[in-house]
């Protein structure tokens, strides 16, 4: 069984500050990580994601995050956020069973305020 | 490339009522998922499809909820009878077989059980 915990459920954050979302993840076998965001009443886009290789991966709007193994996460950073970075920012987890990938298993979500 | 495509984008009903939800997910993905995301939750997956055959259920209430997926390409997703904790938002999302880590996520349908 997977599971996902984001510590922070809501974030202030001035505009044009750095910000961290923090992930962490247990799973007994190997997981594939991602993270998504959902703007206001709409679906959720994929922002960035860990498959192998590299432990710090760049995504979409100049966000970043780095897998950690050891200490099981994945933590979402951007150094300068703007307004229109206000969203919901889901962490989840996915692995491989040979029927193709299995669903998701998401976090409970962090909700970035920026304030101006 | 158009996106999933889910209908309705809102429903509202009273409680003990059916309600049925359409996906139509990215042109040749073979994998479609539904999941249900209850308010200030994360999603939670209800049923994966590979083509038209199920692989994974495990959490859908089957004794309200059903769906299928005929022919492999567009899915239904129905609840019957409908209960308040079923108000919710269903996203479905679909995915390829190269590149199958990635689930592409449509725009959702908002129950609301009154």
């Known amino acids: 069984a997977q599971s996902v915990t984001q510590l922070d459920s809501q974030v202030p954050v001035f505009e044009e500050a750095p910000v961290e979302l923090r992930c962490n993840y247990s799973?007994?076998?190997?997981?594939?990580l991602f993270w998504y965001v959902q703007y206001p009443n709409q679906g959720l886009q994929l922002l960035l994601k860990?498959?192998?290789?590299?432990?710090l991966v760049k995504g979409i709007n100049g966000f970043e995050a780095e897998f950690n193994k050891s200490q099981t996460s994945f933590h979402l950073r951007k150094p300068s956020v703007h307004i229109s970075d206000t969203a919901e920012y889901f962490c989840?987890?996915?692995?491989?069973?040979?029927?193709?990938?299995?669903?998701?298993?998401f976090g409970k979500g962090t909700h970035l305020i920026i304030q101006p | 490339e158009a996106g999933v495509a889910q209908s309705p984008r809102y429903k509202i009903i009273e409680k003990r009522q059916s309600v049925a939800f359409w996906c139509n997910p990215i042109?040749?993905?073979?994998?479609l998922y539904w999941y249900q995301q209850i308010l200030g939750q994360g999603p939670k997956l209800l049923i994966q499809?590979?083509?038209?055959?199920?692989?994974?259920d495990s959490q859908l209430p089957k004794d309200r909820f059903s769906a299928e997926r005929l022919k492999g390409v567009d899915s239904t997703l129905k609840i019957q009878p409908a209960k308040l904790e079923d108000s919710a938002v269903y996203l479905c999302?679909?995915?390829?077989?190269?590149?199958?880590?990635?689930?592409?996520f449509g725009p959702g349908t908002r129950l609301l059980v009154l």
């Open positions: 042109s040749g993905h073979a994998t």
């Open positions: 860990y498959l192998s290789g590299s432990t």
């Open positions: 799973s007994s076998v190997s997981v594939y």
């Open positions: 989840a987890v996915s692995s491989y069973s040979g029927g193709g990938a299995d669903g998701l298993t």
């Open positions: 499809f590979q083509n038209n055959g199920v692989v994974d």
């Open positions: 999302a679909s995915g390829p077989i190269q590149g199958w880590q990635t689930q592409y």
